[in-house]
């Protein structure tokens, strides 16, 4: 073959690949988008029991991510039962296979009804939530909805993620939040229009730091999900007893601005039932500004044990890596065995 000619026939595959590529994704966002506005018709029950079967059928086909929630409970419930908190049920999982198997079954079962809520949003009305969730912290509540405007209001990869922003929205009437960047720029458009009717203004993870910033000292409130480090640049905490990263963005944000930050988490209680909670974080005082944010981490931290012991198999988070030394053991193992 001539070297005029290799060039023609190294470009085709990758005309061909992006092609496929680009009509891959259009079957994948009509898919998405199709679904979700079927599923935002379909009533309650049918729907609770579709996520059900979603997450046996998920726990079935997903050996990696069933290993990941395994290791991460099995930490979180021996945790719990050598500190003596929590409920007796996560406890003795700790020392019972078949009760950390029936949880890891369980944060599958609540992944799919996660799955099933981002797409069934619009209909959490204000009514709806008021009606389906009980506040189990009324006092701290109250107490929120009398700060000034601008306040952190940060989430968790727990329950039912997306209600404690609606209801937010629901009282306070906006609010501003960062999102991951999804591959599908069609599936991530009709998630940012579906949102923006509710009241939820989403921002880039790119553009959130600038973004978060400026609407704060608009004296607008704002949300972040932050017991996960998902851009590699977190602060070192203790989490269940070993070290662990999570987002320096919301300490950073309230010592930075003084805006009160409060931590929310709602855990599913049954069909169409929640229970949430709201707790304030402290923000230190003295020291120097570096110590202030670290510091400030480390309040969140216990505080998102303290909401995760109510429900440790809703902890979406088990999915995927969350302690290095746990990911470190089972590299040594899998070299071992390979």
Known sequence: MSPEATPRVARRPTRRTGLGRRVSDWLVATFVIAGGKLICRLPEGPLWRLG???????????????????????????????NGKGAEEYRRAAADPKALEALVRSAFRHHAHYSLELAWAPRFTAEFVTE?????????VEAWLTERRALILIGMHFGAIELPGLYAVHRLGSIVTPMETIKNARVQRYLFSTRATIGVHIVTLEEAGL????????????????????????????LFGAMTKIPAGP?????????????????????????????????????????????????EARLFEDFILEAPEQWLALFHPIWPDLEQTQMRENGKTA
């Open 251 to 299: 300490a950073f944000l309230a010592v930075e601005t003084g805006a009160p930050a409060y931590i929310s988490a709602v855990r599913r209680a049954g069909p169409g039932r929640y229970r949430g909670s709201l707790r304030q974080v402290p923000i230190p005082e003295g020291a120097n500004r570096r110590e202030r944010i670290r510091a400030m981490a480390r309040a």
């Open 132 to 140: 389906r969730l009980f506040v189990e912290t009324p006092r701290e």
């Open 52 to 82: 059900n079967l979603a997450g046996a059928l998920e726990y079935r086909a997903s050996p990696s991510r069933r290993d990941h929630a395994r290791r991460n409970l099995r930490r979180v419930v021996e945790w719990m039962a050598a």
């Open 211 to 238: 973004e978060l910033l400026a609407a704060i000292r608009r004296n607008e409130p704002v949300g972040l999900v932050a017991d996960r480090d998902l851009g590699g640049g977190g602060l070192d905490v203790e």
